[in-house]
């Protein structure tokens, strides 16, 4: 690859970290754990984790849960994560708070254009051919979406009667592996499961944004009931969640539009619909009724971090732009929640918080309440566990903070390394590493060199893609 992010090359890394001359021996000294760079810079299989991350207990993740506090998110009377409406106006929550609908107003967009021109003093601002690039980008992301039971306008989706063939039946580890190569197959980066338990149950919303409530109900199949009802069947266990990544070259000069992301993720979500379908078995989309980053804590794809409205994963930072979820009744492994010390190192690293052009990040502790007294005084949040939380009021989802996260790996994947394995042994080095990042030219770009440099095919550096 080019060297288009960073000329800083290991021995200068190992240099500030104050480890050259004594190399790996030092790092050693720190971390017994650590034998050779082989292992050092260990890549994760599937479903084999490098060795600092460490799985945990099934509905506990890193994030600290009070389970008589948390409860179903009522849709009528909050504005979280995706659902934030662009102005109080356009707003479907019927029944929101006025003082919210008054808050959403502050936003002043076009901050983050601000921001990129005060970093770069030579950036003027988006060109025709910024604009161009971001918005063809999305251009066909028009496909359907799949409705509340799976089904697409336009697509018929063969059963395996209609083939003549008897319905898939794997082992649950068998098909976990299964679905994790079709959807690899089809563009996904991670795949994992979460078991829909009394605990887990808790993170599907209590209904919609007009009050239509989501049900569990011992019923056969999913049911939307017009103005009524959804209806989702007890005996359609598992969650399945898959991550499309962003395009991992060009966020790196976010705060800049681009919807690639989505549409790339669009794709993706209707071959997933396609392939459940066609194996004979109920695919209920729940996207719309389901935290993304939430999801990503329980089923291992991410830890909750400072970042907030996206949930951080120890190979791929918070790159994860599409985060797919889908409700089966295929008989799976659940995967794991996972421990890769993401949550402690946000404590000291605030890299993407001090990189938020509208204040929209948490700078302090993590808490149970809302850092953001105006957030607070209206409980615009989900309560019941202590955490970092995004100030909705502000963001207008500009995605620098995507772009920004040192556990964002890409062609400096080697160093990187040395970053996630360091961490997960001692936060002795987290403020230096914080530091660096931005230093050695990790963080944002300026917009107009990305024109001049050799960009990977399709989006993303091969080093993402494993
Ligand atoms: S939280 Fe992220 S997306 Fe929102 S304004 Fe800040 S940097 Fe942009
Ligand atoms: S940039 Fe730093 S504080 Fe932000 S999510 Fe990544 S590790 Fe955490």
Request: proline fraction near 6%; charge should be neutral.
């Amino acid at each position: 690859m080019s060297k288009f992010h960073t000329t800083v090359s290991r021995r200068d890394f190992m240099k500030g970290l104050g480890l050259a001359g004594a190399g790996l021996g030092a790092v050693a000294a720190l971390a017994p754990a650590f034998r050779d760079m082989d292992e050092l810079t260990a890549s994760s299989a599937q479903f084999k984790h490098p060795w600092y991350v460490k799985e945990r207990e099934y509905d506990n993740p890193t994030v600290e849960i009070d389970w008589n506090v948390f409860q179903r998110w009522d849709r009528t009377t909050k504005v979280l994560g995706s659902t934030l409406p662009l102005t109080a106006t356009n707003s479907a929550h019927g029944a929101l708070h006025p003082e919210i609908k008054q808050y959403i107003d502050l936003k002043t967009n076009g901050r983050d254009i601000d921001y990129m021109k005060e970093k770069f003093p030579t950036y003027k601002g988006p060109s025709l051919r910024d604009y161009s690039v971001a918005n063809a980008s999305s251009a066909s992301d028009k496909l359907p979406s799949p409705n509340f039971v799976g089904a697409t306008t336009g697509v018929t989706i063969p059963t395996p009667e209609s083939r003549g063939l008897a319905k898939w039946n794997g082992t649950p580890e068998e098909n976990l592996q299964t679905i994790t190569n079709a959807f690899k197959f089809f563009g996904a980066t991670r795949v994992r499961v979460m078991e829909i338990t009394d605990k887990s149950r808790k993170l599907f919303y209590k209904n919609t944004t007009s009050g239509m409530p989501y049900n569990f109900k011992d019923v056969e199949a999913p049911e939307e009931i017009a103005k009524t009802e959804y209806v989702i069947p007890n005996k359609a266990k598992y969650l399945i969640l898959y991550s499309c990544l962003e395009a991992t070259d060009y966020v790196r000069q976010a705060p800049a539009p681009t919807y690639s992301g989505y549409c790339h993720g669009h794709k993706v979500q209707a071959n997933v619909h396609y392939f459940l379908g066609s194996m004979g078995f109920m695919h209920i989309e729940a996207g719309g009724f389901t935290p993304a980053s939430g999801v990503g804590s329980f089923a291992g794809a991410t830890e909750h971090s400072r970042s907030a409205m996206v949930g951080t994963s120890y190979s791929h930072g918070n790159l994860f732009r599409w985060m797919g979820r889908v409700v089966t009744d295929m008989p799976l492994a659940p995967t794991r929640p996972i421990e890769a010390g993401i949550e402690r190192f946000c404590v000291d690293c605030m890299t993407c918080a001090h990189g938020c052009p509208y204040e929209s990040m948490p700078l302090g502790e993590k808490r149970w309440d809302h850092e953001n007294p105006e957030e607070e005084k209206v409980k615009n949040y989900l309560p019941g566990y202590k955490g970092w939380r995004l100030y909705n009021f502000r963001c207008p989802r500009c995605k620098s903070c995507h772009g920004q996260c040192v556990f964002n790996g890409g062609d400096e994947a080697l160093i990187h390394s040395i970053v996630r394995n360091t961490q997960a042994v001692t936060p002795l080095f987290n403020g230096f590493f914080a530091d660096m990042h931005d230093i050695f030219g990790f963080g944002t770009r300026n917009p107009d060199e990305w024109w001049k440099h050799d960009v990977p095919t399709f989006q993303f550096d091969p080093t993402y893609l494993y």
